[in-house]
């Protein structure tokens, strides 16, 4: 038996774990145009085994999004690579920023902040900015966070930040804890997820909906983003979590 794998999955299992991933049903919250998860039972153990039936949206929960979610003729789910999806983890912290203004949106000033206390983000990383969003799950009002005239209020990218990213920094991948990569008054502003269609196109992917990033440092950390593989997916709820240094 070879032991430098077993040493090395003994090492990460003595390393602190923490779940980003939150639990999903038919009450939790989701994107308005879906429905909600519907759930039946197929078997019970009076049967002799228990089974059930889900029907749900792929993007729904904590969700990985694929680039042909986006983008036509693009990679769908199961051409991801499962190196891919383990990455260093780089959390960008604005929780401050997002409880005082719902509406912020991180710039490219902002990162060069971060890197001026953190050091350069390197290439190669899954970067997630880090808005405390996820702590008003599951009460759908407050996660949705609506106007009175209609209009949601949550935190997010804006394009420029995200072109920086990816251009100057090389990063791979990002994630947020709100529904949408883009601010909700970039959306309004420009009437689509500029922001989200702008990550897609990379040929990569990003997850939404994380959750216990406070509980992560600001570098040091590797994410897992563990998915299902279902035939040609836009994307799916997946298990994602990060093992601490």
Excluded: C
Excluded at 227 to 245: D, N, Q, T, Y
């Amino acid at each position: 038996m070879s032991t430098e794998l077993i040493n090395a999955l003994q090492t990460l299992k003595e390393k602190k774990w923490i779940d980003l991933t939150h639990a999903f049903g038919a009450e939790t919250p989701r994107f308005n145009a879906f429905k909600g998860l519907e759930k039946t039972t197929l078997f019970s153990h009076d049967d002799g085994f228990f089974a059930q039936n889900f029907s749900f949206a792929g993007q729904y929960g904590t969700h990985l999004d694929a680039p042909i979610h986006f983008v036509r003729d693009a990679r769908y789910l199961e051409e991801l690579e499962l190196k891919e999806l383990a990455l260093p983890l780089i959390v960008i912290d604005h929780s401050k920023d997002a409880a005082e203004n719902h509406d912020f949106t991180i710039s490219v000033e902002d990162i060069l902040k971060f890197e001026a206390e953190h050091g350069e983000i390197e290439a190669g990383t899954f970067v997630a900015l880090r808005t405390d969003w996820s702590k008003r799950w599951p009460d759908v009002e407050a996660f949705n966070n609506f106007d009175a005239e209609g209009n949601p209020h949550a935190p997010g990218w804006s394009v420029d930040a995200l072109k920086f990213l990816f251009e100057e920094r090389h990063i791979k991948a990002v994630g947020h804890e709100t529904f949408d990569t883009d601010s909700s008054i970039l959306y309004r502003q420009n009437n689509a997820l500029l922001g989200e269609l702008y990550v897609l196109e990379q040929d990569t992917y990003q997850v939404e909906l994380l959750t216990n990033l406070d509980q992560l440092p600001a570098k040091g950390a590797v994410i897992f983003n563990i998915v299902p593989k279902p035939e040609k997916a836009s994307g799916f709820p997946v298990r994602s979590f990060a093992i601490l240094p």
